[in-house]
């Protein structure tokens, strides 16, 4: 197999993927309002009520808890971290990762949905993938079934690093997997020929491989399909890598795949943007905070023209509910600099019995829509004890400096085409192969 060595890695701590649809201005943290004679809370409070986007009535500021009042009276994005637990996130964004790699919920009467799988993690490297339903699973030879998410999450907390785990599909597939160390990967690409996936390096980190066995039939010919997972670690190192095989292959279209994919760093969405935006410098997009003070965000100078998606080429992207934050923004860029039409956007439109089983969960149903995340949040960092406050900070807007989709995301009324789909994800990807029989009927 080919491979193409990215970079090292770094050291492991998070154990599980979390979605935190966050568009984080991550590379640079505020060091405002940190006096050392300040105590943890008054340098909370003053940072709230001078850059937190939202007024707080501030009858409210009390000796809550420092997390019981992000939870309380912040918005859901806006969290407040100890030093160890910030820096455990930021590692975990970097790739740095261990455990099986995978989200999961329980659904009664159905069993265990896998909800996603992180690219070269355990539960990637044998064959899981989000779509699987899981009836049941144990260590030592036996399988018991999942009765409840509790049965789930036992089985895996207690389970050792090393220590096979193996599991039962409802088809009757077996997975035997064990918990590790491993550094994630967040983009592949297929054509219905080969694919180009990421795995461990020989002298550590990521390196590319072609996988003929990941290639998917039936993409149309000179269609490639890519999918982005999340806007962290080396996701536009491994996309660029990945279009470099695109051009190469002189392929003629192009599925971008942004389902399920939560957000991320600002920073990779605006290299990632300059891919589809000639390599310029143009605007990605603008945020502006309470006061109405604008910061302006342009793409990423892209000079390698093996790196770019000329406008010849016909980009297509599916979306579902959870594509948020940065995704949006991308989609935003692509339309605004004619990389993409709104007639080429596919969205997962949930069956009724996916719906009902949100709607009973207690959370908000969207269909046939993106998220609508348009608002970004900022880390602000304590010196004296090293904590760390995330606030939403302001709301952004598309280049065109009108268009933000907070609260309303990217719909099927912008032109957008409605794909049926049973649930989140599927095996085998239903949804995907619907796409590729309306783009080869065009």
Same mark, same amino acid.
């Given at each position: ?13 998070? *154990? ?8 984080? +201005? ?6 405002g309002l940190q006096s050392k004679s300040l105590s943890s809370y008054e340098w909370y409070i003053n940072t709230v009520k001078k850059y937190y986007y939202y007024d707080?009535? !501030?009858?409210v500021f009390t000796e809550y808890g420092l997390k019981g009042f992000a939870s309380k009276y912040l918005d859901r994005y806006s969290e407040y971290y100890t030093k !160890? ?8 964004? !970097? ?27 355990? *539960? ?5 993938? /989000? ?46 997997? /064990? ?7 967040? *983009? ?16 550590g980190g990521l390196a590319m491989y072609e996988n003929v066995n990941e290639r998917i039939t039936y993409l149309p010919q000179g269609c490639a399909y890519l999918h ?95 594509? /948020? ?13 004619? +990389? ?53 900070? /302001? ?17 099927? !009324? ?29």
């Amino acid at each position: 197999m080919k491979r193409k060595a990215l970079f090292t890695t770094v050291s492991i701590i998070c *154990a599980v993927i979390i979605a935190l649809l966050a568009f984080t +201005a991550g590379y640079y943290t505020h060091k405002g309002l940190q006096s050392k004679s300040l105590s943890s809370y008054e340098w909370y409070i003053n940072t709230v009520k001078k850059y937190y986007y939202y007024d707080v009535d !501030e009858s409210v500021f009390t000796e809550y808890g420092l997390k019981g009042f992000a939870s309380k009276y912040l918005d859901r994005y806006s969290e407040y971290y100890t030093k !160890e637990e910030y820096k455990a996130i930021q590692s975990s964004n !970097e790739g740095s990762k261990s455990g099986l790699g995978l989200s999961f919920a329980y659904v009664q009467g159905k069993g265990v949905y896998i909800s996603s799988v992180i690219g070269n993690s355990p *539960a990637y490297m044998q064959g899981l993938r /989000a779509g699987e339903w899981l009836e049941g699973g144990g260590k030592g030879g036996s399988v018991t079934p999942f009765e409840s998410q509790s049965d789930f999450t036992n089985l895996v907390t207690s389970a050792k690093d090393g220590e096979d785990i193996t599991f039962v599909s409802v088809s009757g597939k077996e997975y035997t997997i /064990a918990k590790a160390e491993y550094t994630a990967s967040y *983009a592949y690409m297929a054509t219905n020929s080969t694919a180009w996936t990421f795995g461990d390096s020989a002298d550590g980190g990521l390196a590319m491989y072609e996988n003929v066995n990941e290639r998917i039939t039936y993409l149309p010919q000179g269609c490639a399909y890519l999918h982005l997972s999340q806007f962290y670690g080396s996701a536009e190192k491994q996309v660029y890598y990945l279009l470099e095989k695109f051009n190469a292959s002189k392929c003629t279209s192009l599925v971008l795949d942004l389902r399920s994919n939560g957000g991320g760093y600002v920073k990779t969405m605006q290299a990632i943007a300059g891919c589809f935006a000639d390599g310029n410098r143009q605007l990605a997009m603008v945020s502006r905070d309470k006061y109405g003070k604008e910061m302006r965000y342009n793409c990423m100078k892209v000079t390698n023209p093996d790196y770019r998606v000329s406008k010849n080429i016909k980009v297509y992207v599916l979306a579902n509910s959870m594509t /948020a934050s940065a995704s949006e923004a991308l989609i935003g860029t692509m339309i605004c600099y004619g +990389a993409l039409d709104y007639k080429n956007i596919f969205l997962s439109d949930y069956s009724e019995e996916y719906n009902n089983w949100v709607k009973s969960a207690g959370e908000e149903v969207k269909t046939a829509q993106t998220y609508g995340k348009g608002i970004m949040q900022s880390p602000f960092t304590n010196n004296r004890t090293g904590e760390v406050l995330k606030l939403t900070t /302001a709301k952004i807007y598309w280049p065109d400096g009108k268009t933000c989709i907070h609260d309303r995301g990217v719909t099927v !009324e912008d032109g957008c085409v409605p794909i049926k789909v049973k649930w989140e994800h599927t095996l085998p990807d239903e949804e995907l192969q619907l796409a590729c029989q309306i783009i080869s009927s065009r």
